[in-house]
């Protein structure tokens, strides 16, 4: 079996010193003489933690425990900050592709839509943000499934939409699994009959998934006649969520 990763337990163990030393602000000669590591080894663990928001700096140099860790188990990212970071990235992704543009988390089990572009053109539009989404039926909620284990676990009757749902569990875990594979998903026609959805997912610090982006629309639009969806749609999508997790910090 593999050993333990020196660099996380140092991390660890900086992470506990400050929860618990008086005043929970340390500069970064007192962390490493406790610690009795070098000083070089001590600044660069603590700015990668820093950089993910674990721990913040005063503005006397001295670090303390960052905001980041208050949402531990309840939210793997505002959902707010979601939406702002992926904005500047959704208009020129419905300009690009022509189709409507989706961005999603996962809540209560189902899929938050948090910002939504129309289609760029003169056709009677619903706006979406703020709906909540079946996660089996959808590209959105296919991707956050397919790197979120807790949220398919919690997962129980899936709801048939149309004909062309996926309603077994097995099934869906299959589709996952090549989800994983191509990184991207797509659904044709499994949440209303005529449309079609392709998304990718957005990641944070260290690959972990936040949330997803997609383009829906017609299914002659988004698909060729054999329903295969359109590759260079695929590329859009992928290159607009990519962009998001760069600017999160995320790898793409």
């Not at 869906?172 to 090549?178: G, Q, V």
């Amino acid at each position: 079996m593999p050993g333990p990763v020196q660099s996380i337990e140092r991390a660890a163990a900086m992470l506990r010193l400050l929860a618990t030393s008086p005043g929970r602000r340390l500069g970064i000669v007192e962390i490493a003489r406790s610690l009795d590591l070098a000083k070089g080894t001590a600044h660069g663990i603590m700015r990668t933690l820093q950089r993910v928001g674990f721990v913040a700096q005063d503005a006397d140099g001295k670090y303390l425990l960052g905001d980041a860790l208050l949402h531990l188990g309840t939210s793997h990212l505002d959902v707010n900050e979601l939406r702002s970071r992926a904005i500047n990235w959704a208009d020129p992704l419905a300009a690009r592709s022509g189709e409507a543009v989706r961005i999603g988390t996962v809540a209560d089990g189902r899929v938050l839509v948090v910002h939504h572009v129309f289609r760029p053109d003169d056709t009677p539009q619903r706006l979406d943000t703020g709906a909540l989404l079946p996660l089996h039926a959808t590209a959105l909620g296919k991707v956050l499934l397919a790197y979120d284990s807790s949220a398919f676990a919690s997962l129980r009757a899936l709801d048939a939409f149309t004909r062309r749902t996926v309603v077994s569990t097995r099934d869906l875990a299959l589709s996952l699994r090549a989800v994983r594979a191509a990184g991207w998903a797509s659904e044709i026609g499994e949440l209303t009959p005529g449309e079609a959805s392709i998304a990718a997912p957005i990641r944070d610090y260290g690959g972990l998934v936040v949330g997803a982006m997609g383009v829906s629309g017609a299914i002659e639009r988004l698909c060729s006649a054999s329903l295969r969806p359109d590759p260079r749609l695929v590329g859009y999508v992928r290159d607009a969520a990519n962009a998001i997790s760069r600017d999160l910090g995320g790898r793409s």
